[in-house]
């Protein structure tokens, strides 16, 4: 069955370290999402990709935060510096096409310490 | 601002007994899914409905969307200590998906 992978799937960091994370959609979805779930909470979408581009990062830290997905199949998301209120799981999904239904992979809990 | 409630946020309930999860909002959306979460893994969909007033069953879950389509609900009948994990309800609007803040259940034996 396809599944959205995601590597890895735990990671200990260090504030002002920089971390990264990958993640593989399902062969032939054309549409990325990264989302910040913080403890107890539901998932919050920080960007959005359309093959590769950028379609919505309004919800992105900016100053520290950047996402790519150069050649519109598998993504990074990285954190540089990390800051102690980025401790969170994030997650990877993706969809067919924009609007159709999205598909999650199993995550990476980052802790910074 | 939290654009989707559920309720209640915390269930904990015998093993046989029915419950409902209520996720409400005042905005319309094009569809609702409903996903479930186990610790350290991603959700898992488990639905989407799309029309107003529509009902679907998936074994012992009932799931409606509001005729208007502001609001759903998740029903489940004899639950199972297998049906424990975080319910999340996610309303679908320009592509996106908005989540509620999930709902924790717990059956126990």
């Known amino acids: 069955e396809a599944e959205v992978a995601q590597s890895p799937r735990y990671k200990i960091t260090e504030k002002s370290q920089a971390v990264a994370f990958w993640c593989d959609p399902i062969s032939g979805h054309a549409t990325l999402y990264w989302y910040r779930q913080i403890l107890g909470q539901g998932p919050e979408l920080l960007v959005q990709?359309?093959?590769?581009?950028?379609?919505?990062d309004s919800q992105l830290p900016k100053d520290r935060f950047s996402a790519e997905r150069l050649k519109g199949v598998d993504s990074t998301l990285k954190i540089q510096p990390a800051e102690l209120g980025d401790s969170a799981m994030y997650l990877c999904?993706?969809?067919?096409?924009?609007?159709?239904?999205?598909?999650f992979g199993p995550g990476t809990r980052l802790t910074v310490l | 601002t939290q654009l989707l409630e559920q309720s209640p946020q915390f269930l904990s309930i015998q093993e046989g007994e029915n419950l409902t999860v209520y996720c409400n909002s005042s905005s319309v959306f094009s569809s609702l899914q409903w996903y479930r979460q186990e610790p350290g893994e991603g959700p898992v969909l488990l639905v989407t409905?799309?029309?107003?007033?529509e009902v679907k069953k998936l074994k012992r879950l009932t799931f409606q969307f509001g005729d208007a389509r502001k609001d759903s609900s998740l029903h489940i009948t004899a639950a199972q200590t297998g049906d424990t994990g975080l319910y999340l309800c996610a309303g679908g609007r320009v592509g996106k998906l908005i989540f509620g803040q999930g709902t924790e259940l717990s059956v126990k034996p």
């Open positions: 999904a993706s969809s067919f096409i924009l609007g159709a239904e999205q598909f």
């Open positions: 409905v799309v029309t107003g007033g």
């Open positions: 990709f359309q093959d590769e581009s950028v379609v919505d």
